[in-house]
């Protein structure tokens, strides 16, 4: 990993980037409208969020938020010796995202809040670890939130070999360990950091709006998976559960930050991966 991680400041709170994978290329499973082709003619992006052959840069990373009083961890990447992942390279990880949490200045054990935006399989992966054959919770002093119609949606779905996986493996043993508290779309956390819902790439979907001394910030989850989508708001992911209402959820989204002061900090844009709104034609784009 980098030796000094991302950061950035809000008012009193600092939200720091802890990275578990980065690609370049290989993106038209989650975006099949972003072909290189169409990509170059989005030149802003360039270099962060895409390179010169129109290839998508992106990350996997959790984001700790720290504030006067909470220690928060926003989505817990994939985790590692996790099995039936459909993606072949997301299967049987050992990398250091532990060690590199605990040299960023956060010990998984210091964690006193688990915030997953939504339970998808990149988001959940680090709630659990495995010691000998069991799942235990990776973050034992934390309260693991989950938006309520998000956990129920996932615990009643059981329709597919993976989705059984991920949540066995990494929602399920938090839970049965009683530290989830299912909480509504629009839950306080503390005095800085509350949840907004931005719901159609999942049913409970949210984001994470901090506010601190004037200044403003939103993690954003996967209501946006990249930049280009800015762009081209109806370019809707293939995970989104619902393409006309993360289309909507976008827009409205968008429309409301353009040309504020609102750091908007993406949940799996690489480089920079922070920036602020701006209209641009009909359209939005991202300016680090
Ligand atoms: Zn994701």
Request: aromatic share 8%.
């Amino acid at each position: 990993m980098q030796a000094r991680p991302q950061s950035w400041r809000i008012g009193q709170v600092t939200v720091t980037k802890i990275v578990e994978l980065e690609s370049v290329g290989g993106s038209r499973f989650i975006l099949p409208q972003a072909t290189r082709e169409a990509c170059l003619d989005i030149d802003w992006m360039r270099p962060h969020f895409m390179d010169d052959e129109g290839r998508l840069k992106m990350s996997v990373h959790a984001l700790v938020i720290q504030t006067p009083t909470k220690r928060i961890i926003v989505d817990t990447c994939l985790g590692n010796d996790k099995e039936g992942r459909g993606v072949a390279g997301w299967n049987n990880l050992n990398g250091p995202f532990l060690r590199d949490l605990a040299a960023a200045g956060f010990p998984r054990e210091s964690i006193d809040t688990v915030m997953c935006t939504h339970l998808h399989v990149d988001h959940v992966g680090w709630n659990t670890m495995k010691v000998e054959d069991r799942w235990v919770p990776t973050f034992p002093n934390a309260r693991y939130l989950m938006a309520r119609s998000e956990f129920t949606y996932w615990q009643a779905k059981r329709d597919s070999a993976e989705h059984n996986a991920i949540f066995d493996d990494s929602v399920k043993p938090v839970f049965e360990a009683g530290l989830v508290d299912l909480v509504e779309t629009d839950h306080r956390i503390c005095d800085e950091v509350r949840l907004v819902p931005t719901v159609g790439h999942t049913p409970g979907h949210c984001s994470v709006l901090i506010s601190s001394e004037g200044h403003e910030a939103l993690i954003t989850g996967d209501f946006v998976h990249h930049p280009c989508q800015m762009a081209m708001p109806a370019w809707a992911s293939t995970a989104d559960y619902d393409q006309e209402q993360s289309t909507r959820t976008r827009r409205e989204v968008f429309g409301r930050l353009a040309g504020t002061r609102t750091l908007v900090i993406g949940t799996h844009f690489a480089g920079a991966t922070a920036g602020h709104i701006k209209n641009d034609g009909d359209a939005f784009r991202l300016e680090v």
